[in-house]
C-alpha cells in the first residue's frame, strides 16, 4: 500500500491504525501529515515489520549504523549487532556494508531483524555510473530495504561551491565522496540527480522512503553551516517538493559536526529550504576532541537538535572516527542517543510519565519498578548490591529512606498518583 497515495486521498491504511495507537496521535492527524510529506511511514511493501513513523508530532526516533567492511567482521556478527541495537531500543537499521560480503549481510538482517532497514545503494559501486547506480538501487528495493539514503544533492553546481570553500576537511562521506570523484573525474552530473524521476519511480514502486543524503556534510565543527552544505541543502528543498508531487515519500539528512550555537540555525533551514520534510541527523557532533567518547559527543548535540525540531538520531558509538564498531559499542550508541530522543521528547510532552514513574520508584526505593522504566536496565543490575537497601553510595544515610516514613512532619510521597 503506497502511504502517500492513500492519505492524500483521505485513506486510512493498515499501517496508520498502528501507528496511530504506538503514537498516541489521531489517524486524521497522521493521514494529513502525511500526505504533506512531514512524516513518513518507513515500510517497504515486501516486508511485514512493525510500522515505523518518523517527523511532525512523533517521538523522535534512532537509527544504528551497523555493516562488514572489506577487511572486517562478518555477517553473523552484523545480523548480532543488528539484533542488539534493536534489544535496547534502536527503532530503525542501516546496513552500510561494502565488499562482497554486502548483499548476504542485507539479506540477513532483512530476515532476521524485525525493524525497518536503510541501505546505501551506491556502496555497491566502486566506481560510479548510471547503470551501476540505478541497478543497485532497484537490487536493494527488492530486497526488502525500508529507505535508501541517495545522495543526489552532490551535483556539478555545489561541488563547485566546495571546490572554492577551502574546507578543512573536503568530503567525509562515503557516498558523497564516489559522486564528488566522479564529477571531478568525468565532468558529467550525478546520475541521481539527473535521473531523479526515475529514482522516484523505484522509490514508488516499493513506497521505500529516499533519505536524501548529506554528502557534503561537514566534518569538522570549521566547516559546520558553510557555502557547500547549504548549496546542497537548497538542492535538496528542491526535490523534496518533486519527490512530494510524485506521492514519494523523503527525510533529508543533516550533519555532522556543528558547534553547539550552530545547532537551532541547521534545524530551522532545514525545515524552511525542505518544507518541514523529516530531519535525520548524524549526531551532530558539537566537539572535534572527544574521541572514544563520541557517543556522548552526538547525544549532546542529538538532545539539542531534537529539541529544536530534528526528527531522527543516527547514532554514534565510542569508535567513530577510529574503526568498525563492535557490540558493546553498538549498545553504548544506542543507549546514549536514546537518552538524547527521550530528553527532547519530554519537552513535546511525550512520555514524560515515564520519567515520573522512575521518580516514585526511587521515592519508594522500589528497584524494580526502576529496573522496568531504565532506559539500560542491565546498568542498573551492574550497580545494585541488593534488592531492599538503598545504594552503596549513601547507605545508612540515604535520606529517601530516613524520612519516608516522618509523614506526620509534612512528607506524603507513599502512594501519590503518578503525573502524566
Not at 562515503?174 to 566522479?182: D, H, K, N, T
Request: glycine letters at 10%; one cysteine or more.
Amino acid at each position: 500500500m503506497l502511504q502517500m497515495v492513500e492519505a492524500k486521498r483521505g485513506q486510512t491504511s493498515p499501517e496508520v491504525n498502528e501507528l496511530a495507537k504506538k503514537e498516541g496521535v489521531t489517524r486524521k492527524f497522521l493521514k494529513k501529515e502525511i500526505a504533506a510529506g512531514r512524516i513518513v511511514v518507513l515500510k517497504n511493501v515486501v516486508r511485514d515489520i512493525p510500522v515505523v513513523g518518523v517527523g511532525k508530532g512523533l517521538r523522535v526516533k534512532v537509527n544504528a549504523n551497523i555493516g562488514v567492511s572489506e577487511t572486517r567482521s562478518n555477517t553473523a556478527t552484523e545480523v548480532k549487532k543488528a539484533l542488539t541495537a534493536v534489544s535496547y531500543g534502536a527503532d530503525t537499521i542501516m546496513d552500510l556494508s561494502i565488499g562482497s560480503k554486502a548483499r548476504k549481510t542485507r539479506k540477513a538482517v532483512i530476515k532476521s531483524v524485525k525493524a525497518p532497514l536503510g541501505t546505501v545503494p551506491v556502496y555497491d559501486c566502486r566506481s560510479i555510473s548510471e547503470d551501476c547506480v540505478f541497478k543497485a538501487v532497484e537490487r536493494h528495493l527488492k530486497d526488502g530495504v525500508d529507505f535508501v539514503t541517495v545522495h543526489c544533492g552532490v551535483t556539478k553546481e555545489s561541488v563547485g561551491v566546495l571546490k572554492r570553500n577551502k574546507r578543512m576537511i573536503p568530503v567525509v562521506s562515503r557516498g558523497g565522496g564516489l559522486i564528488a570523484e566522479y564529477i571531478l573525474k568525468t565532468g558529467e552530473e550525478n546520475p541521481l540527480y539527473e535521473n531523479f524521476d526515475y529514482l522516484l519511480e523505484l522509490a514508488k514502486k516499493y513506497d521505500a522512503t529516499l533519505s536524501l543524503g548529506d554528502g557534503l556534510r561537514p566534518g569538522a565543527i570549521y566547516d559546520a553551516t558553510d557555502k557547500a552544505q547549504l548549496k546542497e541543502l537548497e538542492i535538496l528543498g528542491k526535490l523534496v517538493k518533486r519527490a512530494r508531487k510524485a506521492s514519494v515519500q523523503t527525510m533529508v539528512e543533516g550533519p555532522g559536526h556543528i558547534p553547539l550555537d550552530g545547532i537551532e540555525k541547521n534545524v530551522a533551514l532545514e525545515k524552511k529550504l525542505c518544507s518541514g520534510a523529516p530531519f535525520y541527523v548524524l549526531g551532530p557532533l558539537v566537539t572535534d576532541i572527544g574521541v572514544g567518547y563520541d557517543h556522548i559527543v552526538g547525544a549532546i548535540g542529538g538532545a539539542l537538535a531534537a529539541f529544536y525540531g530534528a526528527d531522527f538520531l543516527c547514532y554514534v558509538t565510542p569508535s567513530e572516527h577510529m574503526g568498525l564498531p563492535g557490540k558493546d559499542d553498538v549498545r553504548l550508541g544506542v543507549v546514549a542517543s536514546k537518552i538524547a530522543a527521550h530528553a527532547a521528547d519530554i519537552t513535546r510532552g511525550i512520555d514524560i510519565g515515564k520519567d515520573h514513574s522512575m521518580s516514585k520508584a526511587r521515592s519508594e526505593l522500589n528497584w524494580s519498578v526502576q529496573h522496568k522504566y531504565a532506559i539500560d536496565p542491565s546498568k542498573l543490575e551492574r550497580y545494585r548490591l541488593t534488592n531492599e537497601n538503598p545504594c552503596s553510595m549513601c547507605d545508612s544515610y540515604c535520606p529517601i529512606k530516613r524520612l519516608r516514613n516522618l509523614s506526620k512532619h509534612g512528607f506524603k510521597t507513599k502512594g501519590r498518583k503518578v503525573p502524566h
